[in-house]
Structure formats: C-alpha cells, structure tokens
C-alpha cells in the first residue's frame, strides 16, 4: 500500500541540528505549524497548533545545514515515520517524524539566493554525533509546554540515532 506524502508549513524554533551518522549525514529540525486568523489590524490569533521533527538525509541534509536556521519560515513535504527504541528502563519509546524528501523557505514573507550545490561552502552551525548533544531541543521558547528530550546514559526521551 502506498503511504501518502505530507506538508507542513511553519517556522523553524530551535536550532536544527546537523550530524553525521557513518557515512550518512542526517539534519533535524523542529517546525511549528498554526492556523493564524487575524484578529486586528497587526494582531493575529494562533489556533491548532502542531509541533514536528523534520528528517532530512544526504544531500538534502547538507543543503538544509547551509540554508536554513531557526526562525525561518519553511514549507518540507515528505513521509510520517515512526522511530521506535528501548530506552534506558527497556520501555518501548516511540516518536513520529516528517522525514522530508523536499524542503524550501516560505517565500510568502522572505526572498533567497539561489546557488548550485558545487557553490555552496558547507559549514553546518553545529556537528555532533547523537551521543555528544542533544537530538530535540524543543521547549526552550517561553511558555512552551513541550517535552525537550537528549539522548545520554539515562536512555529517556530519544532515539539512539
């Protein structure tokens, strides 16, 4: 059976995280979605709001390292997937992710420069392997009640990838 692809529109609110797994190189970042209805002239109201990990691998993950940033508002399309891992209690832990086959920046509010990958000096913010840091950093933003979760000896909160 064939698995649907999916969209997401929203803005980046933590630092995306680029590694390198062997010789795969993965980037994540944590996209925020809402349904925005203006309520005055400069005031909006945010309803139904959605938090998602954003997958990205190979050649996409690097050009995600070198493009994108928190804050910037992003369109990914790309397929549900469930990780699944034991944690550090033997616990079965789930999470699902947008592991996206195509990302862009939303262009309703800003513009871009466009170079050819052969163009593109690649220097990822930040290079850590999972066990050196932290995979989500969600909740960091005030007022966000959402769960931020690192990878480490307790073996809580995350995948071992």
């Not at 929203?10 to 797994?21: L, M, Q, S, T, Y």
């Not at 010789?23 to 809402?34: D, E, K, L, P």
């Not at 050009?63 to 508002?73: D, I, Q, R, T, V």
């Not at 850590?128 to 979760?149: M, Y």
């Amino acid at each position: 059976m064939a698995q649907h692809s999916y969209t997401i529109a929203g803005n980046i609110v933590a630092d995306p995280k680029f590694r390198r797994i062997e010789a795969n190189t993965f980037f994540t970042m944590r996209v925020a979605a809402s349904r925005a209805v203006k309520r005055d002239e400069d005031k909006w109201d945010y309803y139904d709001q959605l938090y998602l990990t954003v997958e990205c691998w190979g050649d996409l993950a690097v050009n995600c390292a070198a493009s994108l940033g928190k804050g910037l508002p992003i369109i990914a399309t790309g397929k549900l997937v469930t990780h699944e891992w034991l944690d550090g209690n033997g616990k079965q832990q789930s999470r699902v992710v947008l592991r996206a086959q195509h990302v862009g920046v939303d262009l309703k509010s800003h513009t871009v420069g466009i170079k050819k990958v052969s163009e593109v000096d690649v220097t990822p913010a930040e290079d850590v392997t999972p066990a050196d840091g932290p995979v989500d950093n969600v909740g960091e933003e005030e007022g966000n009640d959402l769960v931020s979760a690192a990878t480490g000896d307790s073996g809580e909160g995350e995948p071992p990838f």
